[in-house]
């Protein structure tokens, strides 16, 4: 099974709080992970991916991934209205297709 | 920066028409796919492409799908009778080794 779960939302919040956002998923041979953002009616837009268990940063963003628990999350510090998307988790294989979760849609108010 | 093309953004065409979507991948990358997004729901994946042929397809790329890489830049989607189901968002995604995927911004298809 091939699935990635991701909580929808909406996730509201204000301005300058911290985010974050979760992702679980169950196949495990699948190495990579990537956070996309997606605005709306434009294509995801890759904001993270990593390969191991660990965190990378990324100025504001975090993206941390624990593969015994099979659980990835996105962080965003000091969020921003101009941060208000939809955050999509995705992982694969080196080639093969993306899966995605469902996404989760963030409203960051001012 | 270099991003990956796709035209038209929109297309309507009646059900049982053929359509053609099209992409221009970023230049050096290799691997070039195909996503589709229902409206409301998850980034599905449709086909995968590499050194000319078809690597992966999923369930939803059936006798109806076709993909092409005509010459050197362009990657297309072709869907030969369309159904009122096939109305999406179409994604086309390209990397090079060892790189995440990058998305263009989609076409939008409405089967009347």
């Known amino acids: 099974q091939k699935e990635v779960e991701q909580d929808p939302g909406p996730l509201s919040v204000p301005e300058g709080a911290i985010v974050s956002l979760n992702c679980t998923y169950s196949n495990s041979a699948f190495q990579y992970f990537m956070w996309y953002r997606q605005y709306s009616r434009k294509g995801p837009e890759l904001l993270m991916y990593t390969y191991s268990s660990g965190n990378k940063e990324d100025g504001r963003f975090t993206a941390q991934v624990d593969k015994s628990s099979k659980y990835i999350s996105l962080f965003i510090r000091d969020s921003q209205p101009s941060d208000s998307a939809t955050y999509l988790c995705a992982h694969g294989g080196g080639r093969r297709a993306l899966t995605f979760g469902s996404g989760t849609r963030l409203q960051v108010q001012p | 920066e270099p991003e990956v093309t796709q035209t038209p953004s929109h297309q309507v065409t009646q059900m049982g028409q053929e359509v053609i979507l099209r992409c221009v991948p970023i230049s050096n990358h290799l691997y070039f796919y195909w996503y589709r997004q229902i409206l409301g729901q998850k980034v599905e994946f449709l086909v995968s492409f590499y050194n000319n042929e078809i690597s992966e397809k999923s369930e939803i790329f059936d006798d109806q799908f076709s993909v092409e890489r005509p010459d050197g830049s362009n990657f297309t989607l072709k869907i030969r009778s369309t159904k009122l189901e096939d109305s999406a968002m179409y994604f086309c995604?390209?990397?090079?080794?060892?790189?995440?995927?990058?998305f263009g911004d989609g076409t939008r298809l409405s089967i009347l």
């Open positions: 995604a390209s990397r090079d080794e060892e790189q995440p995927q990058h």
